[in-house]
């Protein structure tokens, strides 16, 4: 079973274009089945915020960014549940078990993963350090790593660089500095640009450029 990752980038949360323009996204991946991470946006902004001016901590930052991804995921259900778009399905996953069940319904499962992080952690199991080094798209790649997904797509409101290797976008500051340390080459790295269709494949050292939609 082919599995995608879709991370939706919290910069297209408040864009008027984004549910249509992700349909084709999903659409496009064929016989692979998807689960959505949406990404903290502007909620996650006000945490960075309050956390310079009052000195919240590493630690109850990341927690409260969680809890934010829980909200503006439940937001993006509601939304794409709105746009009644014709044949695109979306529901809150619970949990990693509950996701069989989504896509035998035909429904692509959008995961909050605080949940699932948390039930790692009270295994005895830390997988992502608890600062903002990781934000949602070293999240994602941890979900994309634990599915066996084939492919993590990052939908973002940039175009990837010349030299979009997953170091050039850390640097860029377009992932996060945690994301190169987590990257598995298994785990095919589209970074694309839902505004604009420009997209590439990241590898460590290099990325393959592919043509503007």
């Not at 692509?108 to 949940?115: E, K």
């Not at 050039?168 to 080459?185: A, H, I, N, T, Y």
Request: aromatic letters at 6%; proline letters at 3%.
């Amino acid at each position: 079973m082919n599995i995608s990752v879709i991370k939706v980038g919290g910069s297209l949360l408040d864009w008027n274009e984004t549910v249509d323009r992700l349909t084709r996204v999903v659409f496009r991946s064929g016989d692979e089945r998807s689960v959505m991470i949406v990404g903290g946006g502007k909620a996650v902004d006000r945490i960075r915020a309050i956390d310079r001016a009052r000195g919240l901590g590493e630690e109850r930052s990341h927690r409260s960014a969680l809890y934010a991804l829980d909200i503006t995921a439940r937001r993006f259900a509601e939304r794409i549940k709105a746009s009644r778009t014709r044949g695109f399905r979306c529901e809150i996953a619970a949990d990693f078990a509950s996701l069989e069940s989504h896509w035998d319904r035909g429904v692509t499962p959008i995961l909050p993963p605080r949940r699932v992080l948390d039930e790692v952690e009270a295994s005895g199991e830390r997988p992502l350090e608890h600062s903002w080094r990781v934000t949602s798209d070293s999240i994602a790649l941890w979900i994309a790593k634990r599915l066996n997904a084939r492919r993590l797509v990052l939908l973002k409101s940039v175009d990837p660089p010349a030299d979009a290797s997953i170091d050039r976008c850390r640097d860029l500051g377009l992932v996060d500095e945690s994301f190169s340390s987590l990257f598995d080459p298994s785990i095919q790295v589209l970074f694309y640009n839902l505004r604009s269709g420009s997209s590439a494949f990241l590898n460590g050292e290099s990325a393959i450029k592919t043509s503007t939609a």
